[in-house]
């Protein structure tokens, strides 16, 4: 299979030489978010009313996918609460840690260690073959700027990067203002079939949601 929708979400947000995430929180809350689509595209997945359900526990054959479908598994039949929102809140770090390790596993990215100020330790993951990201990056300006049609996973990914207000992590070099009307418009496009559509109306409401409410969290610590 091709790169997942939240392997190229992370890529967008890693910096090429450094490593370092940008949009920390609301990047990894959209990788997530990636996750989930990705697995309603598979046919494992289908989102009712912003609640999940897994529709066909079978193995798709990506140990990204498959590690996530499993533990989704597990945890919608324990709680009630089976929502978008509230996965995002349980499995994203879990999510982020897997397609990193994902990424790193295909030579996409390498890993680095390093100790600030000889104590605590941060890991980042510059990047290896810039082959994926420079084919995202053109599929990308492809839609959005020069007017091509999207698929289903393009048009998908926009949506979710104008959902979460990651315009720039997609355009760093162009004003928001400049691609915002045009992601908009595709983001409300008839693209993609109606299952597809709801998860993408109810990822697009979880991801700010929780990065307010982390936000919020940070504030009182």
Same mark, same amino acid.
């Given at each position: ?5 939240? #392997? *190229? ?31 309603? +595209? ?10 999940? #359900? %897994? ?9 990204? +996918?498959?590690?996530?479908?499993? !533990?989704?598994?597990?945890?919608? !039949?324990?709680? !009630?609460?089976?929502? %978008? ?14 397609? +990193? ?9 390498? #890993? *680095? ?29 492809? %839609?959005?700027?020069?007017?091509? *049609?999207?698929? #289903? ?20 070099? +162009? ?21 597809? !559509? ?24």
């Amino acid at each position: 299979m091709s790169v997942t929708l939240g #392997e *190229e979400i992370m890529l967008l947000s890693l910096d090429d030489e450094s490593g370092q995430a940008k949009d920390r929180w609301t990047a990894g809350w959209t990788v997530t978010g990636g996750l989930l689509l990705e697995l309603v +595209l598979a046919g494992r997945l289908g989102v009712d009313g912003g609640r999940l #359900e %897994v529709t066909n526990p079978s193995p798709t054959g990506v140990a990204l +996918l498959d590690g996530c479908l499993e !533990r989704l598994g597990a945890w919608a !039949r324990t709680t !009630r609460s089976a929502t %978008v929102a509230a996965w995002l809140w349980k499995d994203q770090g879990k999510t982020v840690e897997a397609t +990193l390790a994902s990424l790193r596993e295909r030579g996409i990215v390498t #890993e *680095e260690r390093h100790r600030v100020l000889g104590l605590f330790p941060v890991r980042r993951y510059p990047e290896a073959d810039g082959a994926a990201e420079r084919e995202l990056r053109a599929r990308l300006a492809a %839609v959005v700027l020069e007017g091509a *049609e999207p698929d #289903e996973r393009t048009g998908g990914l926009i949506a979710l990067l104008h959902g979460a207000r990651l315009h720039r992590l997609a355009f760093p070099d +162009l004003p928001r203002g400049q691609v915002e009307a045009r992601m908009a418009a595709i983001a409300e496009g008839q693209w993609a079939g109606d299952a597809f !559509r709801d998860a993408i109306r109810a990822t697009q409401a979880a991801v700010p949601a929780a990065t307010a409410a982390a936000a919020v969290a940070a504030a009182a610590s």
